[in-house]
């Protein structure tokens, strides 16, 4: 399919440079969209709504997404308005060209139509180059629809049918890095971000595992990392866990890719196997870089560890080497070991011994059939980067014009730091927005050697208490900026009003997304975009359930309810006004404001 048909109408509107279709609310905003003669519409969708896909092709992992955007789209219990006159939409249905591997370029394009089908039954359809497009226009077309509120009959309904759309992403790489090494993240911390991160059509983690602090990541061939890195006895990741993490994404158009920063930020290496380390009083503790061939060489590690991870990582052709902050290479100029390997190999100079181990570890990344990536402090200090090797700039948007003009790919993180109080561009007095900040940073080098961008959220002060509420809903501004590239338009009318609505989206799925500003600046109770804060509740007591009681599957919260499993007491609206009351029945569990009784 290439681009998508922008020829559907001849009265196409390109939001990036009109925006004149704030009333769509999707975020992030499509690129082009059309209304049909007579305008806007009004459509609801049918009791007997369905997904389906037309033709022989229906790849994975499009039928467990039907299934779970059905639950997105019925929160509160399915469609049972049938009012005459109504136009109703009885089906989404999807043409899908071919069925395509999740790697990084792989087309995310689709049209969306969605009918008027006034005072008749009609279908809305989508068409996509494969399953990962038509991710993106079901998470587009579940954004459109509105509950109603309580009441009898129960009805989701959108104001802006008899539209067409069609779109693609800016970017192939868009990203968050989370960090898993200042505090350990519990899987359900992790899937929860995945699931916003897919609400924001965000497609790559970049996990950063270990750091100087902890080392959270079972080796079965180096037992010792966690145990002598990890925070206590049950905070690491199995092998079991990296796939549930690795799948979880995956259902969601997500590749994960992992971080081992090097040689610096890598003393927990130490801890479990000391001679992987080099110390000294002079300087930060690098990595061991002698190259002797044996089981215990820095290169032989690294190999098996790949060797052990990269099956796991399937989604990910990439591996994160960091390579940033080194300070001082004087632990490797001291140590008489080091100069005695220098000097077998004629090495000059510890800052050659630093290009001998960044070629190096790059080589062996090549032997997994994985590109390396590196914060830019690699490539500004002049060491050998691999021409098929990917350069992580954080630092200043000058270094990615410089990486650019040497012909490496680029991701550019500058700007884009969620754990700064000021972020790049103007200061705001109230810390939540500077989403306004990730919705404008940005690099204008129009060169396709950039291959995206990436919001950084390190954890020296989140864990999975607050981490939701630190990333959401600031990251969805920098998650517009990558999907299109809207720096014309005013964010202070067009792009709030899709930001409030978008943030009570996620906040009504369950995700800890942050208020921007009093319920009352928007119409508090009837404000027609506001959802409703007892779903939330909801939805994190049963993310808190399935952790304490496992017999609790993870099963959509609405099919509980209608399975007569839940009650739910509470006003529709995004902000609490009461206290929210739900009780599982099945279970004899009592939650009260979110506090957990049995």
């Not at 100087?212 to 079965?220: A, I, K, N, T, V």
């Not at 990296?242 to 081992?260: M, N, S, W």
């Not at 399937?314 to 000097?343: I, K, P, Q, Y």
């Not at 090495?347 to 390396?372: C, W």
């Amino acid at each position: 399919m290439g681009e998508p048909d922008m020829t559907l109408s001849s009265h196409w509107k390109s939001t990036e440079n009109d925006p004149s279709l704030p009333s769509l609310g999707i975020w992030p905003l499509p690129k082009q969209g059309a209304f049909g003669s007579g305008g806007a519409a009004t459509a609801c969708l049918s009791p007997y709504f369905s997904f389906s896909c037309l033709g022989s092709v229906c790849p994975a992992p499009l039928p467990a997404a039907f299934d779970r955007y059905g639950g997105l789209l019925f929160f509160a219990g399915g469609p049972t308005d049938s009012t005459p006159g109504v136009g109703f939409i009885t089906a989404l249905n999807f043409s899908i060209a071919a069925d395509a591997g999740l790697t990084l370029g792989v087309s995310e394009n689709y049209t969306l139509s969605i009918p008027s089908g006034v005072g008749s039954d009609t279908v809305a359809t989508v068409t996509a180059d494969n399953q990962w497009g038509a991710l993106r226009a079901l998470e587009s077309f579940s954004q459109l629809f509105l509950w109603s509120g309580r009441g009898v009959p129960v009805s989701y309904c959108t104001t802006t049918a008899n539209i067409d759309i069609a779109d693609s992403p800016r970017y192939p790489w868009r990203g968050l890095l989370i960090d898993s090494s200042r505090h350990f993240l519990p899987l359900p911390a992790i899937e929860v971000t995945l699931d916003a991160m897919s609400y924001n059509k965000l497609n790559t983690l970049h996990w950063h595992l270990v750091d100087d602090q902890s080392w959270p990541l079972y080796s079965e061939n180096y037992p010792n990392f966690t145990k002598g890195g990890a925070y206590c006895a049950d905070c690491f990741y199995t092998h079991q866990d990296l796939q549930r993490v690795v799948d979880y994404a995956f259902e969601r158009g997500i590749r994960v890719i992992p971080e081992f920063d090097m040689p610096a930020h890598a003393a927990i290496w130490g801890k479990g196997y000391p001679q992987l380390e080099i110390t000294c009083d002079g300087g930060p503790s690098l990595l061991n870089p002698i190259d002797d061939g044996g089981a215990w060489s820095t290169y032989t590690v690294i190999d098996k560890l790949l060797t052990e991870y990269a099956p796991i990582f399937h989604t990910a052709d990439t591996v994160h080497f960091g390579g940033d902050e080194v300070s001082s290479l004087e632990c490797w100029n001291v140590s008489t070991a080091v100069r005695a390997f220098m000097a077998q190999k004629g090495i000059p100079t510890v800052d050659a011994l630093r290009n001998y181990f960044e070629d190096k570890i790059q080589t062996i990344a090549s032997a997994h059939g994985m590109r390396s990536m590196f914060w830019e402090e690699v490539f500004d200090k002049g060491y050998d980067v691999h021409p098929t090797s990917i350069v992580d700039v954080w630092l200043s948007f000058t270094e990615v014009d410089a990486v650019v003009a040497k012909g490496n790919n680029v991701v550019v993180s500058y700007g884009l730091y969620l754990d700064q109080q000021n972020p790049v561009g103007e200061q705001h007095y109230f810390w939540a927005d500077t989403w306004m900040n990730f919705w404008e940073n940005g690099s204008q080098n129009p060169s396709p050697l950039i291959l995206g961008e990436s919001l950084s959220q390190w954890g020296e002060q989140v864990d999975a208490a607050n981490i939701e509420s630190r990333i959401w809903p600031r990251a969805s501004g920098g998650a517009e900026r990558m999907w299109g590239n809207y720096t014309g338009a005013d964010y202070t009318n067009a792009v709030w009003g899709r930001m409030e609505r978008f943030r009570c989206t996620m906040h009504q799925r369950g995700v800890g997304a942050g208020p921007l500003r009093p319920a009352s600046d928007y119409g508090g109770f009837r404000h027609p975009y506001i959802f409703s804060t007892h779903y939330y509740a909801l939805t994190r007591t049963h993310q808190l359930l399935t952790i304490f009681f496992p017999t609790i599957t993870r099963t959509p919260y609405s099919k509980l309810h209608a399975a007569g499993l839940l009650q739910i007491h509470g006003a529709p609206q995004c902000e609490p006004k009461s206290v929210v009351r739900t009780i599982l029945l099945g279970g004899g569990i009592h939650t009260t404001s979110m506090g957990i009784s049995k």
